[in-house]
């Protein structure tokens, strides 16, 4: 990705070690490298999070406005992606230096998030035709340590999860206006529904095999890599009394992306897709316990806020 | 009596920044700064980075270099300070649509180049270029004085010399009981209520001024008074720094598990 120089020995050091399932930090090609999550540590954000993936560094906070709805779409609410690539993480991010990485991945939320089973956008609705709440999502990349992509979709999903939106009453008054009334206390607000929120998995392709969670030593040495965004499952965000009752959940793809001047073939690709969708339900599982663990400790006062003094 | 109430009304306008107390809005002294917290070394990647919060301002710093320098800012005498002043677009109350690239960052970077270049000693790397990039994630007043601040300790961290600790503070002025009674390190809602605000950046150790900054009016009488309050808040900062900087320093002895053979 950025300023990173290697030489032709050690590429073809990773590439045998992928080949032979081993990689130069230990792990099998199907291993995450430790993350850590925080939530609510912008205080003037509606919900944020921050995480870190090894050297990688994310931080999201999600504001809200209160705006008009689309008049093709009256009944549901807006979401805007914005992604800042800080000049902290390399100095070539500096001025608009970052732009073209920015763009590029703020796209591709946005592509995954587009589905209605992706992400419900009618919970944005104030009043129809009126009045929706707009989300913007705002990503900062404090550092790159490779694999942006999947860090972005955690912590994105992880500040809508901490995201509170206050109750607002509306209504119709005469000449088509429409009247909102806001509480005055803060807590009389609702959790957003984030069960289903996509999360990204990128693929590596290094020389015939695919490896999730690449360093940014291995992206260097892939050609091209595949992007997966699939849908999340809500059982793992709710806390649902019958378990049973829920449909049966099943992974959806929301986006798929390839990005490299390499190719595939459809068999790999095919494979690489699969790959994907099982890493991404294992992530989802471990992304969504661990926030209701917060939360509940949030809740019970127990909670420690680190920040960045760790 | 009577006559100097009137007179202090005449010359404060707005709301009341000191209780009947001598209290602040945010129950602070008049003397008293917010709470200084800070990590050095946070990230990795750069050559040198630090985070400081002073109450909820939270700032990120990141320096890289001395490296050499692009050919266009080369100088044959000194080393190039390049800054760069970012907001995240979530920092403030109302969102911001740019994190950087408008007027007031600018400023602030050529502000930051100021006050950095005169504490860095920069005769030592000619044709070089030292890059300090700052990235506040949360802004309640006095953002530049902790950029000036994690500067500061992401270029000890980065072991680039310098002269001395560059510490920034901010005062501004109030009325207690018609006495006058600067105040240290303003916060946003009490620069939002118009008072002066007057920033200093100063190096404490050697009593020098490196950049210093005023808004709104102030009668000269009592600027030697502000001015005072906001080089004790110098002062008192590079206190914390210096002890942050020890602390590091100690832990990274002990705590080293990193080997570079």
């Known amino acids: ?310 | 009596m009577a006559t100097l109430r009137v007179m202090d009304s005449f010359l404060m306008p707005g709301p009341d920044l000191l209780s009947s107390q001598g209290l602040r809005l945010d129950g602070r002294r008049p003397n008293e700064l917010r709470r200084i917290r800070c990590k050095l070394g946070v990230f990795t990647q750069p050559d040198g980075s630090a985070y400081l919060e002073q109450g909820n301002t939270k700032v990120l710093a990141a320096v890289y270099g001395p490296h050499q320098a692009s050919k266009s800012k080369s100088s044959t005498e000194a080393v190039v300070v390049n800054c760069q002043y970012s907001m995240a677009t979530f920092s403030t109350g109302e969102r911001k649509n740019r994190p950087r690239g408008d007027r007031k960052s600018l400023e602030m970077s050529l502000h930051l180049r100021q006050a950095l270049t005169a504490a860095i000693k920069t005769e030592l790397y000619p044709r070089s270029q030292i890059d300090i990039y700052i990235e506040v994630l949360q802004a309640d007043g006095g953002a530049y004085c902790a950029s000036v601040n994690a500067a500061t300790l992401a270029l000890v961290d980065a072991g680039v010399p310098l002269r001395a600790y560059v510490c920034a503070c901010t005062a501004s002025m109030a009325w207690h009981g018609g006495s006058p009674a600067p105040l240290l390190d303003v916060g946003h809602v009490e620069e939002a209520a118009g008072g002066v605000v007057l920033t200093v950046a100063s190096l404490p150790s050697t009593g020098s001024i490196a950049l210093l900054e005023m808004s709104h009016r102030l009668h000269s009488d009592y600027f030697e008074n502000v001015l005072s309050r906001a080089l004790q808040g110098c002062r008192d900062i590079e206190v914390i720094l210096d002890k942050a900087v020890r602390d590091h320093l100690a832990e990274g002895w002990t705590k080293q598990d990193v080997v570079t053979v």
């Open chain 1, 1 to 310: 990705m950025a300023g990173i120089l290697l030489s032709h020995t050690e590429k073809v050091y990773i590439t045998h070690g992928v080949k032979n399932e081993y990689r130069s930090d230990g792990r099998s090609n199907i291993d995450y490298r430790p993350m850590e999550l925080e939530t609510d540590v912008v205080s003037h954000a509606s919900g944020s999070a921050r995480l870190r993936l090894a050297n990688t560094d994310i931080l999201v906070g999600v504001k809200t406005e209160i705006d008009v709805p689309k008049p093709d779409k009256p009944g549901l609410g807006k979401i805007e992606f914005f992604v800042d690539c800080s000049a902290n993480a390399t100095p070539e991010f500096e001025g608009r230096g970052g732009e073209q990485l920015a763009n590029s991945i703020s796209n591709i939320m946005l592509r995954a998030y587009q589905s209605a089973q992706a992400f419900n956008l009618k919970q944005l609705c104030i009043f129809e035709g009126k009045q929706c709440w707009k989300l913007y999502i705002d990503i900062l990349i404090l550092e790159c340590g490779g694999n942006l992509c999947d860090a972005v979709s955690l912590a994105v999903k992880a500040a809508l999860f901490n995201t509170r939106i206050p109750f607002v009453k509306a209504a119709l008054m005469d000449g088509g206006n429409v009247d909102l009334q806001l509480s005055d206390d803060p807590f009389d607000s609702k959790w957003l529904d984030v069960g289903s929120a996509p999360l990204l998995v990128t693929l590596c392709r290094i020389g015939e095999k695919c490896v999730v969670d690449p360093t940014a030593e291995e992206e260097s040495c892939s050609l091209v890599s595949l992007i997966v965004g699939v849908t999340g499952n809500p059982k793992y965000y709710n806390d649902y009394e019958d378990e049973e009752e829920l449909p049966a959940f099943e992974a959806k793809c929301s986006v798929i992306s390839m990005h490299g001047p390499g190719s595939v073939s459809p068999q790999n690709l095919r494979d690489a897709i699969n790959q994907g969708i099982i890493a991404a339900v294992c992530l989802d599982e471990a992304l969504g316990k661990t926030l209701f663990r917060e939360r509940r400790d949030t809740e019970q006062f127990k909670r420690h806020s680190y920040g960045f003094l760790k």
